[in-house]
């Protein structure tokens, strides 16, 4: 470029990028056509004039997180650094729940009711709030005590609708029971029935996800040796909320879901945004398989989980057509 059209090109970009003007205004400016203009524009980036740069925060990974968006058919994918110093046995990183955090703030809109799954990742979540629109708060699974510090379901429901000045609504019941008939009755008491009647309602769900295996599935550690061992038979890959999921995303052990205070996995599917938060290398099979259910929506995780979930295969359908695979034909 000479002299003059480096400097036409320049006031050009100038207007262009930084003013806001249209190419029609810049073209009546200058005397030119738009397509002039369009020509002169393509010509200041390729002769390096104009570097676009795109910036997200340095703990963000922008293309790991369209990639495994598109892959997996997916609403939202945010894929955060993992930690440098982090062991591969290590379960969620904390930081993901701070990251959910940011992300249910810019999801939840005022009047929407916000369902919660217990995990630790929900918890952690719950606990990085900072600012939430008005919106009814709602426990979606019982508490998981087994005489551990991690208890906090029924806390992080309080939490979540004091940040957000609305309604809580926790369920005050273990997750897990010995029989289907004490969980019904249960489920029958007027606090527990209460809580249930809002799962329809729920509009936005944060859960996390679990592999079958022990300090990585609170639902795995809370059964006797002979129940995981019938389970992990069954080709148990994941838990969600008590349901139990295969390596391509079918349901598996059902029977389990009965003895359990949880949302039902046809009710989760009806919810218009689930969002999973969960990551690490251990858990990066049974992020996939959970992705594969059409449970899912939307995705909080990290690149060491990334990394593995861009090698496997997404499935039959994309996680957001929502499609049971138990439907699709094997």
């Not at 982090?86 to 369902?115: C, F, Q, R, S, Y």
Request: one cysteine or more; aromatic letters at 4%; a negative charge.
């Amino acid at each position: 470029m000479g002299p003059a059209e480096l400097m036409q090109a320049a006031a050009m970009a100038r207007r262009f990028y930084l003013e806001g003007k249209s190419k029609i205004q810049i073209a009546d400016e200058f005397g030119v056509s738009r397509f002039k203009v369009a020509r002169v524009l393509e010509s200041a980036v390729e002769h390096d004039l104009v570097r676009i740069e795109i910036r997200v925060p340095a703990e963000l990974d922008a293309d790991r997180s369209d990639a495994l968006r598109a892959r997996y058919g997916l609403r939202h994918v945010v894929v955060a650094e993992s930690p440098t110093d982090t062991a591969d046995d290590t379960p969620d990183p904390e930081h993901l729940g701070e990251v959910g955090a940011e992300l249910l703030g810019e999801l939840v809109a005022e009047g929407d009711v916000l369902g919660l799954a217990w995990g630790r990742s929900t918890i952690h979540m719950a606990a990085a709030l900072r600012e939430l629109p008005p919106c009814t708060v709602v426990q979606l699974t019982g508490v998981y005590d087994a005489g551990t510090a991690e208890r906090g379901s029924v806390e992080a429901v309080r939490r979540a609708a004091a940040v957000s000045g609305g309604e809580a609504h926790p369920i005050y019941a273990p997750m897990l029971l010995p029989d289907s008939a004490t969980a019904d009755a249960l489920r029958a008491q007027r606090g527990i029935a209460a809580a249930f009647e809002f799962f329809d309602k729920v509009t936005i769900a944060a859960v996390s996800i679990g592999s079958w295996e022990p300090g990585i599935s609170t639902v795995h550690d809370m059964l006797n040796k002979d129940e995981r061992e019938h389970y992990a038979s069954l080709g148990v890959a994941a838990e969600m909320s008590a349901h139990l999921f295969d390596a391509m995303g079918r349901r598996v052990g059902r029977d389990l879901g009965e003895r359990c205070i949880t949302v039902e996995a046809e009710r989760l599917r009806r919810i218009p945004e689930v969002v999973a938060i969960a990551g690490g290398r251990r858990k990066a099979e049974a992020i996939g398989a959970v992705l594969r259910s059409g449970l899912v929506t939307s995705l909080v995780t990290d690149t060491a989980a990334a990394d593995l979930l861009l090698t496997q295969s997404p499935g039959v359908r994309p996680a957001l057509e929502r499609a049971d695979p138990d439907s699709v034909p094997r």
